[in-house]
T-cell receptor
Framework: GIQVEQSPPDLILQEGANSTLRCNFS?????LQWFHQNPWGQLINLFY???GTKQNGRLSATTVATERYSLLYISSSQTTDSGVYFC???????????FGKGTRLSVIA | DAGVIQSPRHEVTEMGQEVTLRCKPI?????LFWYRQTMMRGLELLIY????????DSGMPEDRFSAKMPNASFSTLKIQPSEPRDSAVYFC??????????FGDGTRLSIL
């Protein structure tokens, strides 16, 4: 099956710093999603981005499908950004997501 | 619009008891997924349905687990009998073709 690798596994930032999270996947995909799992365990949709670049406030994401990777940028980080960020890919339409192991982000004041 | 609704949010029960988890997908979504999250294995698929029909249940751990989707607005995941190793967070998600998957808040299950 398809493999999804995320890096780094852990990241500690000072409030206000910027960061880049990476997701590599082993085969072509129909869909790629980024999630934030908050301290309460909820999985929050950040981006649905099979290709191209999207921005939402301080967050942006870029997927280069031909090279099988995606990047999530967090700018001016805040303590509320803490949690685990997951990348997940869908091989074909209406099929299950395959998740990476996540990047655990801690933003300290 | 309401998101994916799961119940209960938390369940604590004793080993051997039957556990039923419930999910109401987003209206109009034709795919429904059950995932489980554990520290050891991360997030993994248990089973999914398209148009209320089970498509792939290869992730269901063993015969103690069963899932049904009697109609487009409701699904259940049952564990009978439950065991301590079933303790995990169980997520339900739904989607429409060409749309992202949306997740419920999960059910945190503890089997004593």
């Amino acid at each position: 099956g398809i493999q999804v690798e995320q890096s780094p596994p852990d990241l500690i930032l000072q409030e206000g710093a910027n960061s880049t999270l990476r997701c590599n996947f082993s085969d072509s995909v129909n869909n790629l999603q980024w999630f934030h799992q908050n301290p309460w365990g909820q999985l929050i949709n950040l981006f649905y981005i099979p290709s191209g670049t999207k921005q939402n406030g301080r967050l942006s994401a870029t997927t280069v499908a031909t090279e099988r990777y995606s990047l999530l940028y967090i700018s001016s980080s805040q303590t509320t950004d803490s949690g685990v960020y997951f990348c997940a890919v869908e091989r074909w339409g209406n099929t299950p997501l395959v998740f990476g192991k996540g990047t655990r982000l801690s933003v300290i004041a | 619009d309401a998101g994916v609704i799961q119940s209960p949010r938390h369940e604590v029960t004793e080993m051997g008891q039957e556990v039923t988890l419930r999910c109401k997908p987003i209206s109009g979504h034709n795919s429904l997924f059950w995932y489980r999250q554990t520290m050891m294995r991360g997030l993994e698929l248990l089973i999914y349905f398209n148009n209320n029909v089970p498509i792939d249940d290869s992730g269901m751990p063993e015969d103690r687990f069963s899932a049904k989707m009697p109609n487009a607005s409701f699904s259940t995941l049952k564990i009978q009998p439950s065991e301590p190793r079933d303790s995990a967070v169980y997520f339900c998600a739904s989607s429409a073709l060409g749309q992202p998957q949306h997740f419920g808040d999960g059910t945190r299950l503890s089997i004593l």
